[in-house]
């Protein structure tokens, strides 16, 4: 029956003709019954024709709704001018009328409606009912011109309910464009956030890594206890950034198979403390202070945070010079947390940190100050008088609105 079902809406044609046959039919029977009635308007012949027109009409109505109205209306003047009275045949007047107002242009819907309401009027008009007065004339009228008003309202309901399900349909596609656009723009916020992730990574951890290794190799001979330790430590640091890689990148491979097991915990406040005796432990001097009472903070501002600091120090150490040192405030506030990072070395040009951050390609100020942007902070940074540089960032507890 769904097979049937299906094959009847592909071919719509197929299921009017059927009706159009069914139809004339019991239009030949009605006009070969009325012959031969007293009073009996036309002839058998003149009956006959009117109805293979109007079942022409119903055959081809969703095909040709137009034309089959305007064919049908000069049946209806036909039928008034020759005197062939109404048959079974006639009830396609009230079918093209339901099509008209469902599928037709509007000018043809319009026109049909108008038709639909003077149609029993003229019959009633050219055929009055025997023995009725004036009133049952007037009823007889409206009964008649009822059906005919209600199948355009349907057809027009019909119209209205299509449009409406097509608008549906276009705005869900609209809507299934809109996410597809979110979702790029989604990925691409994500591979940025993952490329500041990797310089951070990359520029502190293999900064602190070539430190070492010169000064092992300045030291081998004469200090091998110190090479060794510095290598120790060009061994856990190259750890720690593969770590944070291997974290980083599996962003990129969801849903596929991971060797190393699970990720390493984004870093937060508390790693501060690490990052900075890193600093130290590679010749670097900071000196480190919290002030205020520590407390949890959300994850994104704890991250900004750090990536403040490991950023700033990486900096210090490519262009601070030999001799500089750093320092580094940590301030909880009730609503936010302060950071100041400052340092005494020679410093570098500032539009370098602007246009293309400490390794040139980009990340510095700029990749900080998306960080703050992204928990709705503020950061400032330029150099000190004196010398040095200084960078000053303010973290809310709530992003602003």
Not at 28 to 55: D, E, F, K, P, Y
Not at 70 to 75: E, F, G, N, Q
Not at 123 to 149: D, K, N, S
Not at 184 to 213: G, P, T, Y
Request: aromatic letters at 6%; a negative charge.
């Amino acid at each position: 029956m769904q097979r049937l079902y299906d094959f009847l809406r592909r071919h719509p044609i197929w299921v009017d003709t059927f009706w159009a046959v069914v139809l004339f039919g019991l239009s030949g029977v009605s006009v070969v019954n009325l012959s031969g009635t007293h009073g009996h308007h036309g002839t058998i012949a003149t009956g006959m024709a009117v109805s293979v027109v109007l079942c022409v009409v119903v055959a081809l109505r969703r095909r040709y709704p137009e034309p089959m109205l305007l064919l049908a209306c000069a049946t209806g003047l036909a039928q008034l001018a020759l005197d062939v009275e109404t048959t079974v045949a006639d009830f396609a007047m009230l079918v093209i009328a339901y099509t008209v107002a469902a599928l037709g242009a509007r000018w043809a819907s319009r026109l049909a409606l108008c038709v639909s309401l003077v149609a029993a009027t003229l019959a009633q008009i050219r055929w009055p009912a025997e023995h009725a007065g004036i009133l049952g004339q007037a009823a007889i009228t409206v009964f008649q011109t009822v059906p005919f008003a209600l199948a355009w309202v349907l057809g027009d309901s019909m119209r209205t309910r299509r449009a409406y399900f097509a608008q549906l349909e276009e705005r869900a596609a609209r809507l299934e464009k809109e996410r597809e656009a979110q979702a790029k723009v989604a990925v691409a916020a994500e591979r940025a956030r993952i490329a500041r992730e990797l310089h951070d990574v990359v520029a502190h951890n293999v900064s602190v890594m070539v430190v070492q290794a010169d000064g092992a190799a300045y030291v081998l001979d004469a200090a091998p206890d110190q090479a060794k330790k510095a290598l120790e430590t060009i061994s856990s640091t190259g750890r720690q950034a593969l770590a944070e890689m291997r974290r980083l990148l599996g962003v990129l491979r969801t849903g596929e198979h991971q060797e190393g097991g699970e990720y390493v915990p984004q870093p937060d406040v508390e790693q501060i403390d690490e990052l900075i005796e890193q600093c130290r432990s590679s010749g670097l001097p900071v000196d480190f202070k919290v002030e205020g009472t520590p407390r949890p903070l959300p994850s994104g501002v704890e991250l900004t945070a750090y990536r403040i600091v490991q950023e700033a120090l990486t900096n210090t150490r490519k262009h601070g010079g030999p001799n500089a040192g750093a320092s580094v405030r940590l301030v909880y506030f009730d609503d936010g947390l302060g950071l100041l990072v400052e340092d005494d070395g020679k410093g570098a040009p500032h539009e370098l940190y602007e246009e293309g951050g400490a390794d040139g390609q980009g990340h510095g100020l700029i990749g900080m100050r998306e960080r703050v942007g992204m928990v709705g902070g503020t950061l400032d940074a330029g150099p000190r008088p004196g010398g040095g540089f200084r960078i000053s960032a303010l973290l809310p507890l709530k992003p602003a609105h």
